[in-house]
């Protein structure tokens, strides 16, 4: 099969061929449908996240159909649709037993540990399958497993966003776009959009954000986006720059709380002592998600509360990850997620039928 490795960091990904995998245990094979295209992909490439072994296949935003299973996977189908949560926790330390997976002492990232899904099939643990409602494609439920779990996390779990609280989404790359969606469903009001892309902070808009201010004029007190505000309760930052968590952090209001998703080396800039003392300011980390808030997503999506199609930037085939990668993030970017569907053939040393996708329906 066709897969696409990375042989170190810093080299760029090539389009290996190499054996299909055969699940083994409580293990399930799965044809990849779809998968997304993460920033955290790119951290991976340029060396900021470290592998602990090479070649890996990168990809672990994952949707596809089941089509072997190991002795051990009882009650999995040959032919379900399933989206993939990539974390594999142990479900036994602490984090676990008390519902905080995605911190889990023990857990392994499918397409950082394990081998992950920019292939035509992987090999997946059957406890880390979610079925997808007939409703949604597979585009869609590969974003649910990262770009809207994530985000969802974020704001239910870290910041407990409420009704009628003000936000503001700092980044409106995939995962802030997803914010943008997720915060208009929990009823946030006002949606705020940061952005240094004009055309980021238009599909921001189209998708639910009630207003918009380029990153440049950010700290502006006189925009007139800060004057609908009433004082933001919460800032969520998909960028973790340390002047970015700065601006957030300046931007909320007193008890406001600013939760930060996107990734650095650098060590954050808050706001002097006094300052986040007297006014209560909050700064705080979000990581991943829980294997709900995938399906909770998926739920919002059947029941058509997602726009997901207007955040889709482009669909690309295997052949075509590296020059996403390589561009990821560059000036004159192509707004919102990519997916890449591997459109992966029949076994060739394999003896099943492959389901087809069934047609979907609202249900």
């Not at 996390?153 to 989404?169: D, M, N, W, Y």
């Not at 969520?236 to 601006?247: I, K």
């Not at 060590?267 to 300052?275: E, V």
Request: glycine share 12%.
């Amino acid at each position: 099969m066709k897969a696409v490795r990375l042989h170190q960091a810093g080299s760029g990904v090539q389009v290996d061929e190499v054996p299909v995998p055969r699940p083994t245990g409580e293990e399930v094979l799965i044809r990849v449908e779809a998968a997304g295209l993460c920033g955290s992909d790119a951290h991976i490439l340029n060396g900021r996240t470290p592998l602990p072994h090479y070649p890996r296949i990168l990809g672990h935003e994952v949707a596809g159909t089941v089509c072997e299973t190991g002795p051990g996977a009882a009650g999995v189908e040959i032919g379900a649709r399933v989206a993939v949560n990539f974390l594999i926790t142990c479900g036994q330390c602490r984090y676990c037993v008390s519902g905080r997976t995605s911190l889990c002492l023990s857990r392994e990232g499918l397409g950082v540990v394990r081998d992950g899904g920019f292939a035509e099939y992987m090999v997946v643990p059957a406890r880390n399958l979610i079925h997808i409602p007939g409703a949604v494609p597979f585009r869609h439920a590969a974003l649910a497993t990262d770009a809207f779990a994530t985000s969802l996390h974020a704001i239910s779990k870290r910041a407990q966003v409420q009704a009628g609280e003000g936000c503001i989404v700092v980044g409106v790359g995939g995962l802030g776009l997803s914010a943008v969606q997720l915060l208009k469903i929990r009823g946030a009001y006002p949606i705020i959009a940061v952005d240094a892309d004009a055309k980021a902070l238009e599909l921001a808009v189209s998708l639910g954000a009630t207003h918009s201010i380029p990153a440049s004029a950010m700290e502006d007190e006189n925009h007139p986006a800060w004057a609908v505000t009433g004082g933001a309760v919460h800032a969520f930052d998909f960028v973790g720059r340390p002047e970015t968590v700065q601006s957030a952090t300046q931007a909320v209001d007193r008890g406001g709380r600013v939760v930060v998703v996107g990734h650095s080396p650098h060590s954050w800039n808050t706001a002097d002592g006094s300052t986040m003392v007297r006014e209560e300011k909050t700064v705080m980390g979000s990581y991943a998600f829980d294997k709900n808030e995938i399906e909770d997503v998926l739920g919002f999506m059947s029941r058509g509360l997602i726009d997901v199609d207007t955040m889709i930037g482009q669909v690309i085939g295997l052949d075509d990850v590296d020059r996403a990668l390589a561009t990821f993030g560059a000036p004159g970017r192509i707004p919102g997620r990519t997916i890449v569907e591997p459109a992966a053939g029949a076994l060739k040393d394999g003896g099943f039928l492959l389901a087809e996708e069934p047609e979907r329906t609202m249900s």
